[in-house]
């Protein structure tokens, strides 16, 4: 029995094309007795195009997001500054929260990619982390980018 090297269908002899996936027999040669690894090829929604992305996709937030972000933000370095620095921890697993809860709205609310929306997720996570307001400078734009990004997907809708 022979089959395919891409996706181990079994082939006849007169067999020009697989008749699994479609790739063509050039020669007996290339016909093996054993079946190779199956190649899976990603489907192109799944794909990763930054290319084929505008510019509010590629750095925007979901505005919930960015406002969720810069509120927390804010009362954890107000608390920093008012402990001294205790409040370190606490800012910590804040933004471990805050980065998962980001992942998730993004891929959701934002419609990111699971890469894209764990990488903003990470960002967001260690910005909060970080105990000072200098973050804001960030998410805010990036908040506003979302906002025009969200307008503009519904006028197309």
């Given amino acids: 029995m022979v089959s395919c090297n891409y996706c181990a ?3 006849r002899e007169s067999d020009r094309f697989c008749p699994g996936c479609g790739t063509k027999v050039y020669a007996p040669a290339q016909i093996n007795a054993e079946p190779q690894p199956k190649v899976t090829f990603l489907p192109p929604e799944t794909r990763h195009h930054s290319a084929a992305r505008g510019f509010s996709q590629l750095y925007g937030l979901d505005p919930r997001i960015a406002f969720l972000t810069l509120i927390i ?3 954890l370095n107000a608390g920093d500054l008012v402990t001294l620095g205790l409040l370190v921890p606490f800012s910590i697993a804040a933004g471990v929260v805050l980065g998962y ?5 993004q891929i959701n609310w934002y419609g990111d990619d699971k890469e894209s929306a764990k990488i903003k997720g990470i960002i967001l996570g260690l910005l909060t982390a970080i105990p000072t307001p200098l973050p804001a400078i960030l998410y805010i734009p990036s908040g506003l980018l979302g906002l025009f990004h969200n307008l503009r997907r519904k006028l197309h809708a």
Avoid: G, K, N, V
């Fill in 9 to 11: 269908a079994t082939l």
């Fill in 73 to 75: 933000d804010l009362m």
């Fill in 101 to 105: 809860i980001a992942y998730r709205a």
